[in-house]
């Protein structure tokens, strides 16, 4: 990769996040850290307003704009081939939420890019999950995203069921399984609950169906107590 578009490429990992850490960039760009330090100092000085600092991570000021971006036939067509593959595991808002926003790319690309793209020869068959575990899905997303609590009727592997009231966190995909992270108010500990064993799934009452990010109980919090050492990184980057 030649240094310039090395250069255009941190910019736009770090406009994509909230937070971008140099290991990151090195991994996404094959490149050492002390490569990545050396190029963000360089896009400082050319008045590239990238906030932060080696060690604690970048980010990118206010205000600042690029050109709009094409794509290569390659980038296409993984982009039609992951658009093509995610739908049959999302829930049907991301699904087609993905669709319109791949059609608002493939209008404008070039002719040719666009003609690769809809030639993709990769697919994905309807095989994927139960109407029951997409609406879940849904409805979990949603409500960690509005930070609002849900009570569920909760079968685990024995077949006991129980009902749980729990502030979700994150929704994670298995291959073939989706799971819950969770903060458990009836356990008082964090839990994972597969999407296909809820039996029943409402929201909590809007009184006290809200939380706030309380220390101990994040998603982070649950990423330190669930993963092996050497993984928190790794899984920290995915959920920023």
Known sequence: MRRADRLFQIVQLIRGRRLT????????????ERTVYRDVADLQHQGVPI???AGVGYRLGQGFELPPLMFTQDEARALVASVRMAQVWQDPALAKGSQ????KILSVLPPAARA???SMTVFAPPMGLDTAVMDSLQTLREAAQA??????????????VSER???PLGCFFWGKVWTLAAWCETRADFRSFRLDRIERLELAQEA????TQERGK???DYLRAAAPPDAIGRLQEAAV
Do not use: W
């Not at 319109?100 to 059609?103: E, I, K, Q, R, Y």
């Not at 006290?208 to 939380?211: A, I, L, Q, W």
């Open 100 to 103: 319109v926003a791949l059609g």
């Open 51 to 53: 906030e932060g600092e």
């Open 147 to 160: 930070q609002h609590k849900a009570v569920l009727l909760y079968r685990d592997a024995s077949g006991a």
């Open 208 to 211: 006290s169906g809200r939380f």
């Open 218 to 220: 994040t998603l982070a």
């Open 165 to 167: 009231t729990v502030r």
């Open 116 to 118: 690769a793209a809809q």
């Open 21 to 32: 850490t140099a290991a990151f960039l090195a991994q996404r760009l094959e490149v050492s």
